[in-house]
């Protein structure tokens, strides 16, 4: 079905994020930093990241942001996910260059269907 990079630094919301991706048939790989998102991606090229917003170092914004400048990772889509769920956090999300925005706690069949749609496209 694809792999999906899931950027969390929450333990418990890592744990539900990967057993909802692996009961979809998508395969999951793991970061728990921005930085570590960043270095993962340039070696594994994942079909979609998964991405908290607040994260150590550098923010989910920031790693989005890095990403879809990059010549070789501006075509993996991002989808944020934050506890942040205001209007504007949402159009900020967007404006990074996110591919969508879930907002926390996450509705599992609403992820599984914006992956596996962002997958396909």
Known sequence: MG?????????TEMQILISCLQQ??????IAQSGEEAIATVNNQKPDVIVL???LPGCSGFEVCRRLKAGATTSDIPIVMCSTKSGEMDRFWGM????DAYIAKPIDQAELVRTIKQLIQH
């Open 52 to 54: 908290d917003v607040v």
């Open 95 to 98: 404006k990074q260059g996110a």
């Open 3 to 11: 792999t999906a990079l899931v950027v969390e630094d929450s333990l």
């Open 24 to 29: 979809a048939g998508i395969n999951v790989l």
